[in-house]
């Protein structure tokens, strides 16, 4: 059988279109952002980002998904110019956006529930979690994007979306369908610094562990991680990728992204993970391959 393929791409951060003075900005924190993005600009590149994309677009997968901070402040324009450069990675049916923090920076004027994006979140359902089936995979779409205070970058679910999560992994696999859990923030423990951390991350795991899914994937930790969470019939793996704007020899780790191939192997299923990334200027290389057992 001919296999799935999934793009999994992270932490876009486009670089912001020019942003009028809102007086509700300078109370919120916009403003402290638009400071620290001013010293980290260099850490994301839209001409790495574009190549990135480009790499993408010529290995045409079935579906993309990114897991988030596609934009940096949370502002109306910030939305309406993501959703112009989603329009030109492909059809809103082949890609899903699960947000991140930066996503959700500030409540203050942002569109409610990220409608701009709506197209791009998911077929089923009216709020998180979003269902997508495509071929053998069902792709549930979390968003643990809230607003949070100053010098803070954490996520939670909430108890109603982690447990209509319950509901649909339990579904999803009685259908026999191989499940893809997306979200922003790191599900293991210990990946990243508690100011960043998934306040829910237990109750998370706890219905990962009772329900079970195939494979979880995030971003949020700007790096290549594999890590893994028990399900009932084992370890469920984790995947996360480096920021997709982040240029090679920069701060921290270069662009890249994942081609995940999935395709049944008798009663079970068979997951190929395929690197891509940023080895030179804008030189996009195949960086190896494993598969998940």
Request: charged share 20%; hydrophobic share 45%; net charge neutral.
């Amino acid at each position: 059988m001919t296999a799935f393929r999934l793009a999994h791409l992270s932490d876009l951060q486009l670089p912001p279109p020019p942003l009028p003075f809102r007086w509700r900005d300078a109370a919120s924190k916009r403003l402290l952002s638009r400071f620290a993005w001013r010293r980290k600009q260099h850490r994301h590149i839209q001409a790495v980002l574009d190549a990135i994309a480009a790499d993408v677009a010529a290995h045409a997968p079935d579906h993309v998904a990114i897991t988030g901070d596609v934009i940096n402040f949370a502002t109306p324009e910030e939305f309406a110019a993501a959703r112009a450069w989603l329009e030109g990675l492909g059809d809103p049916a082949n890609v899903t956006v699960s947000p991140g923090n930066h996503d959700a920076l500030s409540a203050a004027g942002a569109p409610k529930s990220f409608a701009p994006w709506r197209p791009w979140l998911g077929d089923e359902g009216e709020g998180f979690p979003y269902l997508r089936v495509r071929g053998p995979v069902a792709l549930i779409n979390l968003s643990s994007a809230i607003p949070t205070a100053l010098h803070l970058a954490q996520g939670t679910l909430g108890a109603a979306q982690i447990e209509r999560l319950r509901a649909v992994l339990r579904e999803t696999g009685q259908r026999g369908l191989y499940r893809i859990v997306l979200l922003h923030h790191p599900v293991a423990v210990g990946v990243v610094a508690g100011r960043k951390e998934l306040t829910d991350a237990e109750a998370l795991r706890a219905v990962l562990r009772e329900v079970g899914a195939e494979l979880v994937l995030h971003g949020h930790a700007h790096e290549a991680l594999m890590t893994s969470t028990p399900g009932p019939n084992g370890a469920i793996p984790i995947l996360a990728v480096p920021a997709a704007s982040t240029p090679f020899g920069g701060h921290g780790q270069p662009a890249r992204w994942n081609e995940i191939a999935v395709a049944r192997d008798g009663a079970d299923f068979r997951t190929r993970v395929t690197a891509h990334g940023i080895t030179g200027t804008l030189s996009v290389e195949p960086l190896g391959s494993y598969v998940l057992c």
